[in-house]
């Protein structure tokens, strides 16, 4: 297993009117060659940013202040906008939970897939149309030839998530980034993308990097999870031993109150509280005012994120200190 993408010690802060904002507060991570990562946490917890970082798509007032981010070995915090231009869309590509903000409303589906392979490959019109046709037959979009001359608005919102990752995966990326990709769809939509997503990851061989606030989502998809709490990974697992023994009680939190199939949400079981906005986090462990088992050290005292040698595990908690030391 090789690394594709590493992230180091990345911060991403906003700078507002009312205050800097850390939203990536010095988040590492890395992503395997064809192994899809799952990045979870609750909403504001810093997913999106991160994200946005990686594809270096932060606006103003937000700016990378630190850290790096390396994708084949290269840090792409330091490349020029022409060279970022190259590799997005073309490496390393992202969908997004709403497909109609990311689609053209004016333009068609099919000048709007053409557009992507012939910026990336050197193909004439034809060519381009031809391949354009078969990346929406591939991700099961009936009347494929009909819908290629269709405007976005003509679709539904799970053909147009299909859409989406027909664009992102016509010029067979390394790397896909998707943001929430099925929270916008309903239930059984959502199955039938997370269905599609497996397969074509198959296919295309490619890594994904996908962001869900939604356990249910990660369980179905992901060989190794990354928590994210404030700003801070704050659990990374491999998925069979985050579900079989998730260690932060973040992360034992997300898991309970995950709606099961067959029962109602446990509420009395859900995490109390609220994420904190990142400019006015707690003292200590960010997560303490919301912990069941929090001790006097987790008010006053920031845990390392630590590695478990044993498997490779990694999580920031005082409860795990000791015994990772041990
Ligand atoms: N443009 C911005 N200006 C100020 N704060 C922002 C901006 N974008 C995001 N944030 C803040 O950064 C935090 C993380 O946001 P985000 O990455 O979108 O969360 P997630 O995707 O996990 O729901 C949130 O508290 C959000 O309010
Ligand atoms: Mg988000």
Redesign the pocket.
Known sequence: MSTLLEVNDLKTY?Y?TSGI?P??DGVSFSLESGQTTALV????????????SIMQLV?A??KIVGGEILFKGKDLTELSDREMRKIRGNEISMIFQEPLTSLNPILKIGDQLDEILLLHQTLSKKEAKNKSVEMLKKVGIPRAEHVYDMHPHELSGGMRQRVMIAMALSCNPSLLIA??PTTALDVTIQAQILRLMKNLKKEFETSILL?T?DLGVVAELADKVIV?YA?QVVEEADVMSLYAEPKHPYTQGLIQSTPKIDSEVDTLNSIQGN?P??SNKPSGCYFHPRCPFAMDICKSQMPELKTNEQNGNKVRCWLHESHQEG
């Open positions: 906003f507002t904002v939203s990536v946490g609750e909403s504001g917890c810093g997913k999106s940013v991160t994200s946005f606006n007032p937000g943001d929430e962001i606030h994210m700003g994420v906005t990142p």
